[in-house]
Protein backbone atom coordinates (compact mmCIF):
# COMPACT_ATOMS: atom_id res chain seq x y z
CA UNK A 1 0.00 0.00 0.00
CA UNK A 2 1.47 3.20 -0.69
CA UNK A 3 0.39 5.14 2.20
CA UNK A 4 2.14 2.20 4.32
CA UNK A 5 5.40 3.34 2.30
CA UNK A 6 4.95 6.96 2.68
CA UNK A 7 4.17 6.89 6.85
CA UNK A 8 8.64 6.58 7.26
CA UNK A 9 8.97 8.84 5.66
CA UNK A 10 6.51 11.43 6.72
CA UNK A 11 7.85 10.38 10.46
CA UNK A 12 11.50 10.95 9.49
CA UNK A 13 10.54 14.51 7.94
CA UNK A 14 9.24 14.88 11.58
CA UNK A 15 12.61 14.40 13.17
CA UNK A 16 13.74 17.27 11.46
CA UNK A 17 11.03 19.51 12.73
CA UNK A 18 12.16 22.54 15.26
CA UNK A 19 9.40 24.61 16.89
CA UNK A 20 8.08 24.55 20.12
CA UNK A 21 4.55 23.34 19.06
CA UNK A 22 6.17 20.02 17.38
CA UNK A 23 8.38 19.81 20.00
CA UNK A 24 5.39 19.65 22.50
CA UNK A 25 3.93 16.74 20.95
CA UNK A 26 7.15 14.92 20.27
CA UNK A 27 7.58 14.78 16.76
CA UNK A 28 10.50 11.99 16.74
CA UNK A 29 7.76 9.62 17.76
CA UNK A 30 4.66 10.37 15.84
CA UNK A 31 2.47 7.62 14.65
CA UNK A 32 -0.85 8.47 14.50
CA UNK A 33 -2.16 10.84 11.25
CA UNK A 34 -3.31 13.48 13.73
CA UNK A 35 0.09 13.69 15.22
CA UNK A 36 2.05 13.48 11.89
CA UNK A 37 -0.73 16.58 10.46
CA UNK A 38 0.21 18.49 13.38
CA UNK A 39 4.40 18.12 13.42
CA UNK A 40 3.94 19.07 9.51
CA UNK A 41 1.93 22.01 10.23
CA UNK A 42 4.34 23.00 12.91
CA UNK A 43 6.94 22.65 10.94
CA UNK A 44 5.46 24.53 7.92
CA UNK A 45 4.56 27.05 10.40
CA UNK A 46 8.50 27.76 12.20
CA UNK A 47 9.22 27.77 8.04
CA UNK A 48 6.44 30.70 7.59
CA UNK A 49 7.92 32.67 10.71
CA UNK A 50 11.69 32.76 9.13
CA UNK A 51 10.31 33.24 5.88
CA UNK A 52 8.55 36.34 6.73
CA UNK A 53 11.85 37.58 8.85
CA UNK A 54 13.89 36.88 5.73
CA UNK A 55 11.69 38.81 3.86
CA UNK A 56 11.78 42.13 5.97
CA UNK A 57 15.50 41.60 5.59
CA UNK A 58 15.06 41.19 2.15
CA UNK A 59 12.83 44.41 1.77
CA UNK A 60 14.82 46.61 4.18
CA UNK A 61 17.95 46.27 1.60
CA UNK A 62 15.93 47.59 -0.95
CA UNK A 63 13.85 50.28 1.07
CA UNK A 64 15.00 53.11 -1.30
CA UNK A 65 14.60 51.33 -4.40
CA UNK A 66 10.84 50.66 -5.79
CA UNK A 67 11.41 48.99 -9.09
CA UNK A 68 13.11 46.66 -7.10
CA UNK A 69 11.04 46.52 -3.87
CA UNK A 70 7.64 45.80 -6.95
CA UNK A 71 9.32 43.47 -9.01
CA UNK A 72 10.45 41.55 -5.57
CA UNK A 73 6.55 42.02 -4.43
CA UNK A 74 5.43 40.59 -7.62
CA UNK A 75 7.87 37.59 -7.68
CA UNK A 76 7.14 36.65 -4.06
CA UNK A 77 3.27 36.65 -4.97
CA UNK A 78 3.71 34.73 -8.39
CA UNK A 79 5.71 32.11 -6.55
CA UNK A 80 3.25 31.80 -3.05
CA UNK A 81 0.73 30.96 -6.04
CA UNK A 82 3.42 27.82 -7.36
CA UNK A 83 3.88 27.28 -3.58
CA UNK A 84 0.27 26.26 -3.01
CA UNK A 85 -0.41 24.80 -6.36
CA UNK A 86 2.89 22.83 -5.96
CA UNK A 87 1.73 21.25 -3.01
CA UNK A 88 -1.46 20.98 -3.45
CA UNK A 89 -0.45 18.85 -6.54
CA UNK A 90 2.12 16.47 -4.63
CA UNK A 91 -1.00 16.31 -2.27
CA UNK A 92 -3.11 15.00 -4.93
CA UNK A 93 -0.58 12.48 -5.93
CA UNK A 94 -1.48 10.91 -2.86
CA UNK A 95 -4.86 9.86 -4.16
CA UNK A 96 -7.37 12.13 -1.28
CA UNK A 97 -6.13 9.75 1.47
CA UNK A 98 -5.66 10.66 5.03
CA UNK A 99 -1.87 11.39 4.89
CA UNK A 100 -2.20 14.17 2.36
CA UNK A 101 -2.89 16.88 4.45
CA UNK A 102 0.27 15.32 6.34
CA UNK A 103 2.09 15.29 2.84
CA UNK A 104 1.22 19.16 1.55
CA UNK A 105 2.37 20.41 5.01
CA UNK A 106 5.60 18.74 4.60
CA UNK A 107 6.10 19.75 1.09
CA UNK A 108 4.70 23.57 2.10
CA UNK A 109 7.48 23.57 5.01
CA UNK A 110 10.39 21.99 2.71
CA UNK A 111 9.19 24.50 -0.29
CA UNK A 112 9.35 27.42 2.26
CA UNK A 113 12.55 26.29 4.06
CA UNK A 114 14.11 27.01 0.44
CA UNK A 115 12.78 29.99 -0.20
CA UNK A 116 13.98 31.33 2.92
CA UNK A 117 18.04 29.81 2.32
CA UNK A 118 17.13 31.65 -1.18
CA UNK A 119 16.37 34.97 0.54
CA UNK A 120 19.39 34.87 3.20
CA UNK A 121 21.52 34.03 -0.13
CA UNK A 122 20.23 36.77 -1.68
CA UNK A 123 20.69 39.63 1.04
CA UNK A 124 24.11 38.32 2.07
CA UNK A 125 24.88 38.61 -2.08
CA UNK A 126 27.19 41.54 -2.48
CA UNK A 127 25.63 43.97 -4.60
CA UNK A 128 26.73 45.26 -7.87
CA UNK A 129 27.71 49.32 -7.19
Known amino acids: MPTKK ?3 GVAALCLISSGVTAQSTHCDKAETQA ?4 CEQARYQDADRALNAQWSLVMSKFANEPD ?3 ALLDAQRAWISF ?4 CKTVGVQQ ?3 TLQPVVVAGCLADVTDNRVEEFKAFVAAPEDN
Open 6 to 8: LLP
Open 35 to 38: ELRQ
Open 68 to 70: VEK
Open 83 to 86: RDLH
Open 95 to 97: GGG
